[in-house]
Structure formats: structure tokens, C-alpha cells
Nanobody, 111 residues
């Protein structure tokens, strides 16, 4: 059974940084593309970033240049490094593999 568990969210001031983690079990993450999504209050869930089975990555325009997705195969974990955070980045962040979603981790950017 595939499980994804996110962690690393919290409250941060504008301009700050956070690193989210997505720990996977039941799969070998290097064999799959993993995505991060986010959902802000009252808004639809939106795609944020993807890391493919090689090293290629892609990002939503809203986070390009500020967020970095990476993978540690030894830890079977995917990360989302978020820099230069803005209030509009406030959302619950989810990692995703096909039909499997984690429980989400809250990120709040506020002064």
C-alpha cells in the first residue's frame, strides 16, 4: 500500500523559507513522478511542481525561481524548498503520486 506523509509546514514571515518533506512508503520513489499541489482557502487545488523519474523538474509559473523540488532516493523522500515566500503562498500543501495523496501540511505566510 502506497502512503505519502508530508511534513515541514508552519508559519513564516514574507520573504522567509520553508522546506517541505514528502516521505513515501510502499514504493520506490525514484521509479515515479511525484507532484506537489497546494490548496488555499476557498480556492481549487493547484499544481505546484513535479519531479520526474530522472532529474527533470517543472514548476508552476507562480513559484518558478522561488521553489525547488528534489528527491533523496536513500530516504525515499521528496522535498519542496520554498524561498522568498509570499502571503499568496499560504495554503495546504500536498504531495501526490497518481491517485495517492498525502494528508497535507499547512503553510502560512504572514507578518
Amino acid at each position: 500500500q502506497v502512503q505519502l506523509v508530508e511534513s515541514g509546514g508552519g508559519l513564516v514571515q514574507p520573504g522567509g523559507s520553508l522546506r517541505l518533506s514528502c516521505a513515501a512508503s510502499g514504493i520506490i520513489i525514484s521509479n515515479y513522478s511525484i507532484r506537489w499541489y497546494r490548496q488555499a482557502p476557498g480556492k481549487q487545488r493547484e499544481w505546484v511542481a513535479i519531479i520526474n523519474t530522472g532529474t527533470s523538474t517543472n514548476y508552476a509559473d507562480s513559484v518558478k525561481g522561488r521553489f525547488t523540488i528534489s528527491r533523496d532516493n536513500a530516504k525515499n523522500t521528496v522535498y519542496l524548498q520554498m524561498n522568498s515566500l509570499k502571503p499568496e503562498d499560504t495554503a495546504v500543501y500536498y504531495c501526490n503520486l497518481r491517485a495517492t495523496w498525502g494528508q497535507g501540511t499547512q503553510v502560512t505566510v504572514s507578518s
